[in-house]
C-alpha cells in the first residue's frame, strides 16, 4: 500500500486525503497536550503565558478546521 502521507497531495484519494487529516488531527492532539502542560507549570513570565494562551487558541482553531474538512470529504 501507497504511503498517503508522502505522497503528492494533488494524487491522494479521497479516503488517503482523509487518512492524512486524521493523521493531522492525531498529531495536533499530542501537541495540544504539550501546550497544556505548559500551560499549568505556573510560568511567572506574562509575555510567555500569553504567547502559551495564542498558540492554544490557534491550535483548537486548527483542529476544527481539519476536522471539518475530513469529515466533509467522501470516500
Do not use: W
Amino acid at each position: 500500500m501507497r504511503n498517503a502521507i508522502l505522497q503528492v497531495p494533488e494524487t491522494r484519494t479521497a479516503k488517503e486525503r482523509r487518512f492524512v487529516l486524521q493523521a493531522a488531527v492525531r498529531q495536533l492532539d499530542r501537541a495540544g497536550v504539550y501546550l497544556a502542560a505548559v500551560a499549568y507549570m505556573g510560568l511567572d513570565d506574562r509575555e510567555a503565558r500569553r504567547a502559551v494562551n495564542q498558540l492554544r487558541t490557534d491550535l483548537d482553531r486548527l483542529l476544527r478546521h481539519l476536522a471539518e474538512t475530513r469529515d466533509r470529504i467522501s470516500g
